[in-house]
T-cell receptor
Framework: DGGITQSPKYLFRKEGQNVTLSCEQN?????MYWYRQDPGQGLRLIYY???????QKGDIAEGYSVSREKKESFPLTVTSAQKNPTAFYLC?????????????FGQGTRLTVV | RKEVEQDPGPFNVPEGATVAFNCTYS??????FFWYRQDCRKEPKLLMS???SGNEDGRFTAQLNRASQYISLLIRDSKLSDSATYLC????????????????FGQGTILTVHP
């Protein structure tokens, strides 16, 4: 079945540690996105990528890094520089970053700093 | 001003009621519009796209007003299963006409349908 997979579903991190969240899609989509959602709030864009080896900062990129070495994969690293990383992280993809294209989401990763 | 704004609600309505949500966007170059539904602690899923001429899918009707830069979602004959958060989503194009590839979400409107 085609889809977008995030792992792990739950992640606990100690303060000062970097962690990497995985996002893989087999939909042959060009565009991929990372969003952060805090309780009672909407989705805020962290990074997005329209093609391999290219990505752009979103609205809240500080403390995060990404790579897009393969079309299928768009991992997000939450660095120790991110002061408040506890949140629900959602990865999405769309056929291309074009007009009228639906975005499909993974099931999300809940990151908790302990 | 936020790029996409929604009334967060919550909207509490009885079964069978009709309820409407509005969403405003600030970028006049915005080209594509969607409504997504998000259940508690789940990922968002596409409810419907919004077309210039307006469109309907069963009990759901979406409208776009480009002049006033808002979109709306109307739910008729509300069901208990309609309880969720409804997210307004906008994509924008650059001067060259191709999309930034950036989806911008509103904060969502919470709907609770009660018996």
């Amino acid at each position: 079945d085609g889809g977008i997979t995030q792992s792990p579903k739950y992640l606990f991190r100690k303060e000062g540690q970097n962690v990497t969240l995985s996002c893989e899609q087999n939909l042959n989509h060009d565009a991929m996105y990372w969003y952060r959602q805090d309780p009672g709030q909407g989705l805020r864009l962290i990074y997005y990528s329209q093609i391999v080896n290219d990505f752009q900062k979103g609205d809240i990129a500080e403390g995060y890094s990404v790579s897009r070495e393969k079309k299928e994969s768009f991992p997000l690293t939450v660095t120790s520089a991110q002061k408040n990383p506890t949140a629900f992280y959602l990865c999405a993809s769309s056929i291309y970053g074009g007009l009228g294209t639906e975005a499909f989401f993974g099931q999300g990763t809940r990151l908790t700093v302990v | 001003r936020k790029e996409v704004e929604q009334d967060p609600g919550p909207f509490n309505v009885p079964e069978g009621a009709t309820v409407a949500f509005n969403c405003t966007y600030s970028n006049s170059a915005s080209q594509s519009f969607f409504w997504y539904r998000q259940d508690c602690r789940k990922e968002p899923k596409l409810l419907m796209s919004v077309y210039s001429s307006g469109n309907e899918d069963g009990r759901f009707t979406a409208q776009l007003n480009r002049a006033s830069q808002y979109i709306s979602l109307l739910i008729r004959d509300s069901k208990l299963s309609d309880s969720a958060t409804y997210l307004c989503v906008v994509t924008s194009s650059n001067a060259g006409g191709t999309s930034y590839g950036k989806l911008t979400f509103g904060q969502g409107t919470i709907l609770t349908v009660h018996p």
